[in-house]
C-alpha cells in the first residue's frame, strides 16, 4: 500500500472519531412524566409499566378521570396558565379539537404513524389515536339466548327498563355515541326520546353498567368490546354483538401539550404506545390496534375493516354543550 494512502486513511478515520465524539449525545429520557387519561386504570397500568421497564430513568405520574371531569380539569388548568399534564389520553376527540384550537397540544409527528390509517390522526400532527375501540350492545348470556339478544341499535329499544347505557354527561364514549346517533337520520334524537318512553336506564359510566350487565342487574347495554371481552376472559357470561346499523367507532386520540415540561419523555412515551410492540400488548388488553400492520383480537376487525357510523368531530366539538343539555331534557 501507498504510505500516502495509508496516512490519508488514518487522517479520515481519525477526523471521524472527532466527528463521532463531538456530536451532541442524545439524553435517555428521565424524570417525571405526568400522564392525564380516562382509560381504566387496569388498562392502561400495565403499559406504563412497560414503559418504564424500557426507560428506568422515567416516572410515569398517572392521573385518572372519568372523561368528562378529566375535561374540566383540562380546562380549569387552561384557565389558571397551564395544563400540567406532558401528555393526554381520553376517549372524547372532540377535546382533542378544542385544545388543538386554542393552542393547548403540540405537534409532534411520531416516526410511527406512517402505518397508521388517517382517518385516526390530525392531518396537522396534533394528536393521533393510541387505541380504537367500538361500542355496541353487550348481553347476558345467563339470562339472554344468543338468538333473542338485540341484533340493533332499534331492537335494543324494546328492552325498556332492563336495558342500560351510561351517561354522555360523564361518559365520552357514550357523548361520542350521542353524536353518532343524532347526526344519523335513522337514529337521531328520536332514538333518545323513545329510549326514555320505555324506560331504558341510564347510569353514570361505561364501568357502571359492564358491572351491571355482569351481575344480572341489567340483561342487555350499550356496551364497549374491550371491556365486555375483558369480562368474558374473566369468566364473566357476556358477550357482545355489532349492531347491524354499526358500532360507534371512537378514536382514542392522545397527544403532548404545549406546556409539557418533559418533552422528551412525553415523545417516547407516545412513540412507545404507537409503536408496534406497545399496540401488541393492547391487542392483548382486546383494544383494536391503531397500526394496520398489527392483528386485532380474535373476532374483532382491524382498525380499517370496522363498521361504523358517521361521527363528525368538528360538529361534536362545536355543538357539545347543546347536545348535553338536550340529552338532559329528555331524560330528567
Same mark, same amino acid.
Given at each position: ?11 479520515? *478515520? ?29 388498562? #392502561? &397500568? ?38 400540567? @399534564? ?14 388543538? %384550537? ?21 392531518? &396537522? ?6 387505541? !380504537? ?13 344468543? %338468538? ?33 346517533? !343524532? ?18 336506564? #341510564? ?9 351491571? *350487565? ?5 340483561? !342487555? ?14 369468566? @364473566?357470561? #357476556? ?7 354499526? !358500532? ?16 422528551? @419523555?412525553?415523545?417516547?412515551?407516545? $412513540? ?31 382498525? $380499517?375493516?370496522?363498521?361504523? *357510523?358517521? #361521527? ?21
Amino acid at each position: 500500500m501507498d504510505r500516502r494512502h495509508g496516512n490519508t486513511i488514518k487522517l479520515g *478515520l481519525a477526523a471521524l472519531l472527532v466527528a463521532i465524539l463531538a456530536a451532541p449525545v442524545l439524553a435517555e429520557p428521565s424524570g417525571t412524566l405526568h400522564f392525564y387519561t380516562s382509560m381504566q386504570l387496569d388498562a #392502561v &397500568d400495565p403499559l406504563v409499566k412497560q414503559f418504564e421497564r424500557l426507560y428506568p430513568g422515567v416516572t410515569v405520574d398517572v392521573l385518572y378521570s372519568g372523561s368528562v371531569e378529566l375535561e374540566q380539569r383540562l380546562w380549569a388548568e387552561a384557565e389558571a396558565g397551564r395544563v400540567r @399534564a406532558d401528555v393526554v389520553w381520553a376517549a372524547n376527540p372532540a377535546l382533542f379539537i378544542l385544545m388543538k %384550537e386554542r393552542g393547548l397540544l403540540a405537534r409532534y409527528e411520531s416516526p410511527h404513524a406512517a402505518a397508521v390509517p388517517d382517518w385516526l390522526k390530525d392531518p &396537522d400532527g396534533y394528536y393521533i389515536a393510541g387505541r !380504537v375501540f367500538t361500542m355496541g350492545i353487550g348481553y347476558n348470556t345467563r339470562l339472554v339466548r344468543p %338468538e333473542d339478544a338485540p341484533k340493533s341499535w332499534k331492537e335494543f329499544l324494546k328492552w325498556g327498563p332492563r336495558a342500560a347505557m351510561a351517561s354522555p354527561l360523564h361518559s365520552g364514549t357514550s357523548f361520542t355515541a350521542l353524536a353518532a346517533f !343524532v347526526s344519523n337520520p335513522d337514529l337521531g334524537w328520536a332514538w333518545f326520546e323513545e329510549a326514555s318512553r320505555r324506560g331504558v336506564q #341510564v347510569l353514570r359510566g361505561t364501568g357502571d353498567v359492564s358491572r351491571a *350487565l355482569t351481575s344480572g342487574e341489567f340483561p !342487555v347495554i350499550k356496551g364497549v368490546d374491550y371491556v365486555i371481552a375483558n369480562l368474558a376472559a374473566e369468566g @364473566a357470561p #357476556v358477550a357482545f354483538i355489532a349492531p347491524e346499523e354499526g !358500532v360507534v367507532a371512537v378514536a382514542s386520540p392522545l397527544a403532548i401539550t404545549a406546556s409539557s415540561q418533559n418533552r422528551e @419523555a412525553a415523545e417516547a412515551f407516545l $412513540d412507545y404506545i404507537i409503536s408496534r410492540e406497545g399496540q401488541q400488548f393492547l391487542v392483548t388488553q382486546f383494544f383494536i390496534p391503531v397500526r394496520i400492520d398489527v392483528s386485532p383480537p380474535p373476532g374483532l376487525p382491524t382498525a $380499517d375493516q370496522i363498521k361504523a *357510523l358517521d #361521527v363528525d368531530y368538528n360538529w361534536m366539538a362545536e355543538v357539545g354543550p347543546e347536545l348535553r343539555e338536550r340529552f338532559t331534557e329528555i331524560f330528567e
